[in-house]
């Protein structure tokens, strides 16, 4: 017979804008077979119950941009440069573990150094190490010399770009990441320079199609962005430059904007000295104000958002993954929104909103169950020592929860 958990009395924040107090969910097997209030539900008989008094349970967050193969070491090009591909996957190993740790049951990896990243996903969906659900892009295709070789492909021409595609789609790839402009952590790469032509993106755009997959841009700058979205990507990583056209580009196609507003700020807070690139310290900081300027237009213009962080990134450390939702808010978002762009949004990017995503009946249980209440404080999500459990299919794999 499979097992039953009930929680009881929970504050429940389900992923589509709805709170419920006193709230009972059912858990069976992997899947959740019951939302209600308490007065409506009973629970099964011989199900385990949880008492989720003082407690908030909220969908497994999801993280859209991650760098799983990246420490965020302060200059990450070098380390990964030094280090054996084994080690770094050890290391994507123990981010994998402190993301879910942190209560994110599912991540995009929005590019790393090898297919590894493929055999980290296999082992964590076989059980054998713990980790989020993993959507892989593989390596990231970038023109020659461009930003983010240093996990990426570098092709030049459409029909390079189509091979490239296929290979990270034969190795594993659920999603396609393509460098749309210049980037912080690449020396000699400027962010408001495009990069790839927009045949090479629509080449990309139409292989990943193909085959079913999402395509993910990155783009600093309008150009790039523009590029990227007249290509028919479905998400623009970083949106930092964002001018009026791209912005409109955006709301009419329906592109979400992936903000990644941590991974500027955690390296325009550093000063020379710390570790990171003078050249990577110099455009992060000369961005940051900008790009909080995008986001709070993004906000406004009603463009959808999906929260990344791009942690691995400088001193932007997995495991602190909800610093980002306190950037949102920050910024303009209300809590709610906030959680919404960490749950249901990004499971609607990724594709995978039929399974997770979302506190509903017939839903993966992929949850978190966390003590205090988000909506008045969105800081406590940060906090590790609130978390009582998170929950993948039906399993209690993280928090004090697992252990009992
Ligand atoms: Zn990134």
Redesign the pocket.
């Known amino acids: 017979m499979m097992k039953s958990v009930a929680i009881r009395s929970v504050r429940v924040i389900d992923g589509t804008g709805r709170t419920i107090e006193r709230a009972t969910v059912v858990v069976r097997g992997a899947t959740i077979t019951a939302v209600g209030s308490d007065r409506d539900l009973s629970i099964p008989r011989g199900a385990t119950k949880i008492d989720g008094r003082g407690l908030t349970l909220l969908p497994g967050l999801i993280d859209c941009?991650v760098?799983l193969c990246l420490g965020a070491e302060p200059d990450v090009v070098d380390a990964i440069a030094k280090e054996t591909s084994s080690l770094t996957l050890l290391k994507a190993g123990q981010a994998a573990q402190r993301t879910l740790d942190a209560g994110f049951t599912t991540v995009r990896d929005?590019?790393s150094r090898d297919h590894a990243i493929f055999t980290l996903q296999r082992a964590i969906d076989t059980g054998l190490v713990p980790g989020p659900r993993i959507i892989g892009a593989g390596l990231a295709i970038c023109m020659i010399g461009g930003h983010?070789r240093f996990i990426g492909q570098e092709v030049e021409g459409a029909e390079q770009v189509r091979s490239a595609v296929r290979e990270q789609i034969a190795a594993g790839a659920a999603v396609i990441k393509v460098i749309a402009s210049g980037g912080v952590l690449t020396p000699g790469t400027s962010p408001d320079q495009a990069q790839m032509t927009v045949e090479e993106l629509q080449a990309a755009v139409d292989e990943a199609q193909r085959a079913g997959r999402k395509v993910a841009a990155?783009a600093h700058g309008s150009s790039g962005m523009k590029n990227a979205i007249r290509a028919g990507v479905h998400s623009i990583?970083?949106a930092t430059l964002m001018d009026e056209e791209a912005a409109s580009m955006m709301k009419q196609q329906g592109v979400f904007m992936v903000p990644?507003l941590s991974?500027l700020a955690t390296t325009a807070a550093c000063r020379l000295g710390c570790g990171i690139p003078e050249s990577a310290l110099d455009k992060a900081k000369s961005m940051t104000k900008r790009h909080q300027v995008s986001f709070k237009n993004a906000l406004r213009d009603g463009i959808q958002i999906a929260m990344g962080t791009?942690a691995?990134?400088p001193f932007n450390f997995h495991g602190e993954n909800a610093q980002e939702l306190e950037r949102m808010v920050a910024f303009g978002m209300s809590p709610m929104q906030a959680i919404l762009a960490s749950t249901s949004a990004a499971a609607r990017l990724i594709g995978i909103q039929d399974q997770v995503g979302t506190i509903e009946k017939g839903k993966l249980a992929d949850l978190l169950l966390f003590e205090g209440n988000p909506l008045r404080r969105i800081d406590l999500l940060r906090d590790r020592s609130r978390i009582i459990g998170v929950m993948q299919a039906g399993k209690f794999v993280a928090g004090p929860l697992s252990r009992t």
Do not use: I, N, R, S
Request: proline share 0%; net charge negative; glycine share 16%.
């Open positions: 941009h760098h929005a590019g983010a990155h990583e970083h990644t991974a791009d691995g990134t």
